[in-house]
C-alpha cells in the first residue's frame, strides 16, 4: 500500500512538474513572437520624442555636469552630443568646446552598414535630436 501511494505521489509531483514546464515555455515563446511583432510593426518615420533639451555650447559652464562615454582610451562622447579627445574633457565630465578638435553630432565614423568605427561616433551621432 505504501508503494503505490508513493507512486501516486510522484505521478501527481510528475504531472505538476510538466504543466508548469509547458506553460513556462509557451509563455515565453508568446512573448519572443510579440517582441518581434512589435519590432516589425514600429514607424520608422516618427521620430523619438526626445526629454532633454539640448543647449549648444553650454558644456563650459562648470556648474554643469555631465555625463560621458568615460570608456574611450582617445575619444570621449559627451551628453550634449560633443565629441572630443579625452585631454580636451573638462573636470565637470564635459567636452570643451572651445578646442578646434571638440565636434557635435559626429556620423562621419559611422560606417555603411549603419556601425561605427568607434564607440563614440555612434553615441555622438545618436544624440542628435532629428535621429
Known sequence: RR???????????????????????????????????????????QPIPWKVQFHLGNSSRPGNQCRNSIQGKHLITDELG????????????????NVPGTKQYRCDGCLPHGC??????????C?????
Open 3 to 45: 508503494l503505490l501511494r508513493k507512486r501516486w505521489v510522484l505521478a501527481l509531483v510528475f504531472g505538476l512538474s510538466l504543466v508548469y514546464f509547458l506553460s513556462s515555455t509557451f509563455k515565453q515563446e508568446e512573448r519572443a513572437v510579440r517582441d518581434r511583432n512589435l519590432l516589425q510593426v514600429q514607424d520608422h518615420d
Open 82 to 97: 560633443y565629441i572630443c579627445e579625452r585631454k580636451d574633457l573638462l573636470v565637470n565630465g564635459c567636452c570643451n568646446v
Open 116 to 125: 561605427c568605427g568607434a564607440y563614440e561616433y555612434c553615441v555622438s551621432c
Open 127 to 131: 544624440l542628435q535630436p532629428s535621429k
